[in-house]
């Protein structure tokens, strides 16, 4: 029975924590310019992230090592320097749009400017990171983020013409729009549903809550079932932005703009349970990805880490996070739109994306490592298809950015 709710929450919680700023501005974007012409993208990202994020808890529980003690063993302190410095400036860019996601979502409950909220959101995530346990930590963020399954809940309200929403998914470019600007926002899905933070946090996770090679069948449950049920979320917030939004010709800048929809199909009840959604996943997503940034540099350079540590016995991984917190906290206060930051990170996390995911594919086949729990002949041939999309996107997602102007 333990093991078994072990399963359910793990599911519950895997669902609620998919969904984060970059999935929720993206999704809502494509779906105000595209309907659900983008929806293919949606699938391929939630394979590659179950595929991606199973190998690496594999790797996890059967060496004991995190992402980055992985890297830097695999490849060398050289190589592994390359690839910190790129994952680290990305996942900061990313602790940026989670906070700047966390300040709007308060400003929609208050109507407070969201600058005023900025210096609160710091010092919660702080805090949790600080006092809370792990397992409570994501258990409850990502229980609590299941509240945007109103979406899910505002689209069946809408009451949609169904046939339209399947005639979108087909896939064509919309005749309004560039096929570049198609791809570019192609890229821009492809990245929210794979962010390498997400690795990074599952992995170190695994060693935070001491995971033997017996916890592999239920770990891959989570990921297999959690991760494609949060990715019809992320299918709902489009087609939620599809009917309500297109069709009007409103354009998605404000986080406001995403809750319309919902709004509309359920009024101010539904609204109160889409901003406490928003605050948790916001919320659960700034944990995460601040202690992702805390991880890989304490990971690498073999400092002390982990939640199960005391602080005074992890300092310098938690003045790590703690700048991290502080420098997010700065490029906000100059005034950038969170929103524009989001649409970046999405994009620059499809740039980095080789760079974790090559050494763990490396290392899930390599015996001395794994032992009999390496790779099989299917996981390792998807593994190989999946590297030439992640090289692909990875490639063409500059290209793309300055060809379309950013999508504009």
């Known amino acids: 029975m333990k093991r078994l709710l072990g399963v359910a929450l793990g599911i519950l919680t895997a669902i609620g924590g998919f969904v984060d700023i970059g999935d929720l501005v993206t999704n809502a974007v494509v779906g105000s310019r595209f309907g659900l012409s983008l929806v293919w993208v949606v699938a391929v990202g939630v394979i590659g992230i179950c595929l991606f994020a199973n190998m690496s808890g594999r790797v996890a529980a059967v060496s004991g090592r995190a992402t980055f003690e992985v890297i830097r063993e695999r490849l060398g302190a050289r190589a592994g320097l390359a690839n910190l410095s790129a994952s680290f400036l990305i996942n900061l860019l990313t602790v940026t749009a989670e906070i700047g996601g966390i300040a709007l979502a308060l400003q929609l409950a208050s109507g407070v400017h969201y600058l005023a909220w900025v210096p609160l959101a710091i010092g919660a995530v702080w805090f949790v990171i600080w006092r809370v346990r792990f397992k409570a930590m994501e258990n409850v963020t990502g229980l609590v983020g299941l509240c945007l399954i109103v979406f899910a ?7 949609p013409d169904w046939g339209d929403l399947a005639r979108q998914a087909t ?5 309004d729009e560039a096929a570049a600007t198609y791809w570019f926002y192609a890229v821009a899905l492809f990245g929210a549903a794979m962010t390498p933070y997400e690795v990074f946090f599952f992995s170190s996770g695994a060693v935070e809550e001491k995971w033997r090679a017996k916890d592999i069948i239920q770990s891959r449950i989570n990921v297999l ?17 599809a009917v309500v939004l297109l069709p009007a010709g409103i354009g998605v800048t404000t986080l406001s703009q995403v809750a319309l929809p919902v709004a509309e199909a359920g009024g101010q009840l539904a609204l109160a349970v889409l901003i406490l959604g928003l605050v948790a996943a916001t919320m659960g997503a700034a944990l995460e990805t601040t202690l992702s940034s805390g991880y890989t540099l304490a990971q690498y350079f073999g400092w002390s880490w982990g939640k199960f540590r005391a602080p005074a016995q992890a300092s310098r991984f938690h003045v790590a996070m703690i700048v991290c917190l502080l420098v997010g ?7 950038v739109d969170p929103i524009l930051v989001t649409e970046y990170s999405v994009v620059f996390s499809a740039v980095a994306l080789p760079l974790t995911y090559l050494p763990i594919l490396i290392v899930a086949n390599d015996p001395a490592y794994m032992g009999r729990h390496v790779n099989g002949r299917l996981v390792n041939g998807l593994a190989l298809v999946y590297l030439v999309v992640i090289l692909a996107a990875s490639l063409a997602a500059i290209p793309l950015l300055v060809i379309t102007g950013a999508g504009q």
């Open 153 to 159: 809940v505002s689209l069946f309200l809408l009451g």
């Open 225 to 241: 079932v959690g991760f494609p049920l949060g990715g019809l979320l992320s299918v709902a917030i489009a087609a939620c932005a």
């Open 171 to 175: 896939g064509a470019v919309p005749g």
């Open 329 to 335: 906290g700065g490029i906000l206060a100059t005034g």
